[in-house]
Structures are given as structure tokens and as C-alpha cells.
């Protein structure tokens, strides 16, 4: 086996072809290279230099060694070069795991983000429901997820992030607009158009009907979030949604919600990642960019996305005008 060390300083001095000058570079003596040089040859069982009067040559087997001694220390610096890049994100991937509400709403503006401070990692963003999430999670495929937690998991650790507000969506014009307020009961008897088993949604949902003790009239179960509001705006059905997903076609009068009673029913969502394991820099990162967000944000109290993206937006301006007065 080659000693590597031996090989080191045997490349030096093919380099300078001299000893003293290979002893400075390495910050050695000039007897110490003299002996290992002695020494891989022999270990070799090969002569790697003649001299000529004070001057030094590589012999022809020395010329062999020193080509693949370049490209092995060429390598070696690239590995240096590596992982200085890796250790301040200038290199590197983020996989990260999401539901498609948050993909579509949430995502762009947090990647964004994320990005302006680390333009170099590459992000892997994955959609589905807060169940398969919580899978992938498990299986490695993600190092962190934003979703609403999917039961008990206890291999995942859950860091609370925001609140989403949740609604009732029906078509403009649906008889029940006209109540004051509906009531879960009255619910049960209109054809509903169900998030997918496994979405956080549809835990909350199933949560609601099970406290009345009444069972949903689902006529369809879909992760598409906007064919569900295609759906219920011509009237197929109504819905339970995350608000800030349908904030557009509210304002829009595209859709229109029902008063429900008692209080405002809301989704915990959380940043999710597995206990135990360490995590990756670009993923320390964002988690951290997460969480100064959540505290600068005040989401103590109920809040969800939209207070993210507008706290999230003043910060991306101010950010704009002190790099314009530069």
C-alpha cells in the first residue's frame, strides 16, 4: 500500500525538482524530504530521480508517478474547494416537502427568499398531502416539511409554524347564504367535495362531523385544490378549505362563504423534520429563515400565510431600497 504521506512530499519535489524548495513548500526540513523520498522509493522498489552535478531529474518511472500525482492533488483540491462551498451554502441541495395549497401560495415567495441569501443551492420541492409528507419524511426522500401534522408520529419532531384560517365555500347565490349562520348538522346534508384522505383539511373535517356525531355526504374526494373550487362554483358542491386559498375568488365574488357557528375553526401547520437526525446546512438554513419569520410575524396568536407573505414582502422591499441607496 502506497504511504500517502511519502507520496506528498515525493510530489513536491517532482515539482520543483528540489528538495530545499519542496521542504519550504511543505514546511519541513530538507533532510526530511531527503528521507522519505529515500524511503517510497524503496517501498516502491524504484529509482524516481537521477542527478546530474547539482541539478535533479525525474527518472521515466518518476515521470509516471508524478502525472497521477498531479491529478490525485488536483483532485484533493477540489475536495478542499467542496467543501468550503458546502459548509457556506455555496453549494449544496434543499429537499423540502410541502402540501399543494402551500406549494402554490406559500412556496414561491419563501423560495424566493431563501434564494436572495443562497443563490447557489438547488431546491427539490415536493407536493402531496400532509400524510405523504409525513412518509416522506420517514423515508429520507425530504429533510423537511411544512404541513399540518397528519396523526402521531413519534420518530418526527412538529415545531408549530402558523394557523390557517379555515371556510366554508359554496357557490354565489346557495340557499344557505341566506342563514345568519350554519351549523355542522346543516352541513352534513350537502354534497361535499372532500380534500384527499391524509390532508390536514380532511383530518380537521372528519374532526368536525365526528364531535356531531354525523357523517359527510362526500361526492367527491380530490387533492386538486382548484378543481374543487371549479366544482363548487358551479354549484356541483360545497367545501372546506384553507381561507387564504380562496381569497382571490372571495374578493372576486367567484365564491362566496358560509357563517359558521360558534368560533373560527383553524389548521395548525408546522414545520416538520425527523428527531435525531442531523440536518443538512441548506436545511438548518431554512428552518431558520422559517423561524425568525414566525417570530418576527407574531403568530402566537392566530395567523396563518397571509400574515407570512405580507410580513415576508415588507421585509423583500426594505431589502430593495437599502440595496438602492447603496
Known sequence: MVNF?????????????????????????????????????????????????????????????????????????????????????????????????????????????????????????????????????????????????????????????????????????????????????????EPFIMKETGSGTRRLVDRLFERIQCRPKILMETSNTEFIKQLVQRGDGVSFLVRQAVVVELAEKKLAELPLDGPLQYMDVSIAYLKGQPLSLPARAFIDILENIQRDSNLSSPGGIGMILARMMAERRKERQAGSLR
Request: charge should be positive; glycine fraction near 4%.
Open 5 to 189: 504521506n511519502q507520496f506528498r512530499i515525493f510530489y513536491y519535489a517532482a515539482k520543483h525538482l528540489n528538495f530545499t524548495r519542496a521542504a519550504e513548500a511543505m514546511f519541513i526540513s530538507q533532510p526530511a524530504v531527503t528521507v522519505q523520498v529515500k524511503a517510497f522509493e524503496a517501498a516502491c522498489g524504484i529509482r524516481l530521480f537521477k542527478k546530474g552535478g547539482r541539478r535533479l531529474w525525474l527518472t521515466d518511472e518518476g515521470r509516471v508517478l508524478y502525472e497521477l500525482a498531479q491529478k490525485v492533488f488536483a483532485l484533493e483540491k477540489e475536495i478542499e474547494n467542496t467543501v468550503a462551498d458546502l459548509r457556506h451554502l455555496k453549494r449544496g441541495v434543499l429537499r423540502i416537502g410541502t402540501t399543494k395549497a402551500y406549494a402554490r401560495y406559500f412556496m414561491p415567495n419563501m423560495l424566493s427568499s431563501f434564494l436572495a441569501r443562497h443563490p447557489e443551492i438547488k431546491i427539490q420541492l415536493n407536493e402531496g398531502s400532509s400524510l405523504d409528507m409525513t412518509r416522506s419524511l420517514l423515508d429520507f426522500k425530504n429533510e423537511v416539511a411544512i404541513i399540518a401534522k397528519a396523526g402521531d408520529v413519534p420518530r418526527i419532531e412538529y415545531v408549530p409554524f402558523s394557523q390557517e384560517e379555515m371556510t366554508v365555500i359554496v357557490a354565489p347565490g346557495h340557499p344557505l347564504l341566506k342563514r345568519k349562520s350554519v351549523d355542522f348538522k346543516a352541513l352534513a346534508s
